[in-house]
């Protein structure tokens, strides 16, 4: 399987993401993976390369995205903010729309996620 470090046709790979991110309602969130499985995977990409790298991808898009964007809506598969500098950030503007964490950081997704239905 080919490496893509970024996602051929990126530009268009992040304004859809974006696009995406900017439907997640206030107190949802929403998975890289989700994002990425909800994306038009870009034109001739072999199906099983986009399943192993849009994910990643999506979290590329969501580092460079615009301020109209709510970056702090989508969080990891297994329910957590992804380490980094703007982690607490990015919790407290969750737990300010109501999305509540455990006792390890995570959020019930069976709950808060958005775009499973």
């Known amino acids: 399987m080919a490496r893509f470090a970024t996602p051929p046709g990126r530009e268009d790979f992040h304004e859809e993401v974006w696009d995406l991110a900017r439907s997640i309602p206030v107190g949802r969130v929403s998975t890289y993976g989700r994002l ?18 849009g994910a990643r991808w999506v979290g590329g898009a969501m580092a460079h995205c615009p301020d109209d964007v709510p970056w ?9 903010i992804s380490p980094r500098d703007t982690a607490g950030e990015q919790r407290r503007l969750l737990e300010g729309e109501g999305v509540e964490f455990d006792a390890k950081g995570r959020v019930d997704l069976a709950i808060h996620a958005w775009g499973e239905d």
Request: positive net charge.
């Open 36 to 53: 990425a499985a909800l994306a038009t995977p870009p034109a001739g990409m072999d199906p099983a390369a986009y399943r192993a790298f």
């Open 72 to 80: 702090w809506r989508v969080i990891n598969a297994q329910g957590k």
